[in-house]
């Protein structure tokens, strides 16, 4: 029964680790060791997974291990990000100041993508209950609606007949029509987990009509967040560009900031860099590299990255208004169509029977 339990919870979510974070920096704060920490934080986790991975990190802490160099060890749970800021907070001896900072930072990456879930949820929605309805006519109104021609000698309008062609072939072909989707869904998925699915997918979101407005200012955000997090924490420029480009999981914006991590390595500016790999600003927008030189002009970072983050989560709020804003004329436009078609088809053949029997 307990493998089972914890076969349910193979993912550790972003609220139980910025909470972890935030009451590891509390308990530090008031004294208390890591060791007694993570010993009593395990009984505010409600996942067995995260909690048995607790477990672990405590005992290589009690062995002799910094807290960073236990959580290299499960990687599975905490990302080289995470730990390069730890590893920052331990050198300098501010580890309760970094755990506080990556517990906010991921209070707001968090927030952020559940806005952009909840805002999508709508259009889903809409789109499911147009799907099924075109599906419920489909296999019950049309079969009973077509038994009035059935009788009749006349050759019907070909908007009839393609009608009834497509009712008839849902009807008989269901199960194989469910066998192309799931098929269609695991071929989907196996090719998004390689390498190059993954960059083509990536390439085609960032092509989609309003919807790549939505996603590259959420890539904008989170890059501003993590960058400004890493610098500030004493991770090296080059290290904190490699670590963001990972973070962001998006094969695109990882090798282009990859190519500007190796052009700073040569002692080149982060901007003029940025402006060289993408010279069309189709990535990184103007403004946000106006940003950015003034961080390395004043070295105000957390100044300049809180800005940049504010802004383009407020730039998500507007992409998300805009994409929910198209997506009801859209499902009407679709559903517009085939009531068109209905229409034409039933009326269509309606009239020709009247006419034949006159």
Same mark, same amino acid.
């Given at each position: 029964?307990?493998?089972? +339990?914890?076969?349910?919870?193979?993912?550790?979510?972003l609220?139980?680790?910025?909470n972890?974070?935030?009451?590891?920096?509390?308990?530090?704060?008031?004294?208390?060791?890591?060791?007694?920490?993570?010993?009593?934080v395990?009984?505010?986790?409600? +996942?067995?997974? @995260?909690?048995? !991975?607790?477990t672990?990190?405590?005992?290589?802490?009690?062995?002799?291990? &910094? @807290?960073?160099?236990?959580? !290299?060890?499960?990687?599975?749970?905490? &990302?080289?990000?995470?730990?390069?800021?730890?590893?920052?907070?331990?050198t300098?001896?501010k580890l309760?100041?970094?755990? $506080?900072?990556?517990?906010? +930072?991921?209070?707001?990456?968090?927030?952020?993508?559940s806005?952009i879930?909840?805002?999508?949820?709508?259009?889903?929605?809409?789109?499911?209950?147009l799907? =099924? $309805?075109?599906?419920? *006519?489909?296999?019950y *109104?049309?079969?009973a609606?077509?038994q009035?021609?059935?009788t009749?000698?006349?050759?019907?309008?070909?908007?009839?007949r393609?009608?009834i062609?497509?009712?008839?072939?849902?009807?008989?072909?269901w199960?194989?029509?469910?066998l192309?989707?799931?098929?269609s869904?695991?071929?989907?998925?196996?090719?998004?987990?390689t390498?190059?699915?993954?960059?083509?997918?990536d390439? @085609?979101?960032?092509?989609l009509? =309003?919807?790549?407005?939505?996603? !590259?200012?959420?890539?904008?955000?989170?890059l &501003?967040t993590?960058?400004?997090?890493?610098?500030?924490?004493?991770?090296?420029? *080059?290290? $904190?560009l &490699?670590?963001?480009?990972?973070?962001?999981?998006?094969?695109v914006?990882?090798?282009?900031?990859?190519?500007?991590? %190796?052009?700073?390595?040569?002692? %080149? !500016?982060? *901007?003029d860099?940025?402006?060289?790999?993408?010279?069309?600003?189709?990535?990184?927008?103007?403004? @946000?590299?106006?940003?950015?030189?003034?961080?390395?002009?004043?070295?105000?970072?957390?100044?300049?990255t809180?800005?940049?983050?504010? %802004?383009?989560?407020?730039?998500? +709020?507007?992409?998300?208004?805009?994409?929910?804003?198209?997506?009801?004329?859209?499902?009407?436009?679709i559903?517009?169509?085939?009531v068109?078609?209905?229409?034409?088809?039933?009326?269509?053949?309606?009239?020709?029977?009247?006419?034949?029997?006159?």
């Amino acid at each position: 029964m307990k493998n089972i +339990n914890l076969s349910m919870f193979q993912k550790v979510s972003l609220v139980d680790k910025f909470n972890f974070y935030e009451y590891l920096s509390v308990m530090l704060d008031g004294g208390v060791t890591i060791s007694e920490t993570l010993d009593s934080v395990q009984t505010k986790i409600r +996942n067995p997974f @995260f909690k048995e !991975k607790i477990t672990q990190l405590q005992t290589y802490v009690s062995s002799g291990d &910094s @807290f960073s160099k236990s959580m !290299k060890k499960i990687p599975q749970i905490f &990302s080289p990000g995470e730990v390069s800021i730890i590893e920052s907070g331990e050198t300098t001896w501010k580890l309760s100041i970094s755990l $506080a900072n990556l517990s906010e +930072n991921l209070r707001k990456s968090y927030d952020l993508r559940s806005k952009i879930k909840g805002a999508l949820t709508y259009p889903a929605i809409i789109f499911l209950f147009l799907v =099924l $309805a075109i599906v419920i *006519v489909l296999i019950y *109104v049309i079969p009973a609606v077509s038994q009035l021609f059935e009788t009749s000698e006349v050759t019907l309008p070909l908007a009839t007949r393609a009608l009834i062609a497509t009712s008839n072939f849902v009807i008989f072909n269901w199960a194989l029509i469910l066998l192309f989707l799931a098929t269609s869904i695991v071929l989907f998925y196996g090719y998004k987990n390689t390498e190059k699915g993954r960059a083509n997918l990536d390439y @085609f979101i960032l092509g989609l009509p =309003l919807i790549w407005k939505v996603y !590259k200012n959420f890539l904008l955000a989170s890059l &501003s967040t993590n960058l400004g997090s890493l610098v500030a924490s004493g991770v090296p420029v *080059v290290k $904190a560009l &490699s670590l963001s480009a990972k973070s962001l999981d998006n094969m695109v914006y990882e090798a282009h900031l990859l190519e500007v991590m %190796q052009k700073v390595s040569a002692w %080149q !500016k982060i *901007v003029d860099s940025m402006q060289e790999v993408d010279e069309e600003h189709k990535l990184f927008p103007l403004d @946000f590299l106006q940003m950015l030189s003034v961080w390395e002009k004043t070295a105000s970072l957390d100044t300049v990255t809180k800005k940049l983050t504010d %802004q383009y989560t407020r730039e998500v +709020n507007y992409s998300l208004w805009s994409l929910t804003k198209w997506i009801e004329p859209i499902a009407i436009l679709i559903a517009g169509v085939f009531v068109l078609w209905f229409a034409f088809a039933i009326f269509g053949a309606i009239l020709k029977v009247t006419q034949t029997v006159s």
